[in-house]
């Protein structure tokens, strides 16, 4: 049974960091699209990055260039999202999705695209 687990969120000050983490079960990620998406409370769903797990390349939200960094280990079977430099507007509830069909970064921000989600893991960034 395809599987996808968040873990890595908690509670962070301003300007400090963390890393998500997305571990699959059921499925190799190997050639999978893998997202990161975030929904803060009132907010509709949004995308954060991406990453093609065939050939590494990767996208991100304007909102989060240069501060977090997506990657992806294939023989753990798990997607990392390092997120620094966060900000209260980081606040959200994260999850990841895969699907196995994408394969244009900018449709990898979109949350329609994906077939399969996690469960979600809270980041909230606060003094």
């Known amino acids: 049974q395809l599987q996808l687990v968040e873990s890595g969120g908690g509670l962070v000050q301003p300007g400090g960091s963390l890393r998500l983490s997305c571990a699959a079960s059921?499925?190799?990620?190997?050639?999978?699209?893998i997202g990161w998406f975030r929904q803060a409370p009132g907010k509709e769903r949004e995308g954060v990055s991406c990453i093609n797990s065939v050939d590494g390349s990767t996208n991100y939200a304007d909102s989060v260039k240069g501060r977090f960094t997506i990657s992806r280990d294939n023989a753990k079977n798990t997607v990392y999202l390092q997120m620094n430099s966060l900000k209260p507007e980081d606040t959200a509830v994260y999850y990841c999705a895969a699907d196995p069909y994408l394969n244009n970064l900018n449709l990898g921000l979109r949350p329609s695209e994906y077939e399969s989600w996690g469960q979600g893991t809270q980041v909230t960034v606060s003094s």
């Open positions: 059921g499925f190799a990620l190997d050639f999978w699209f």
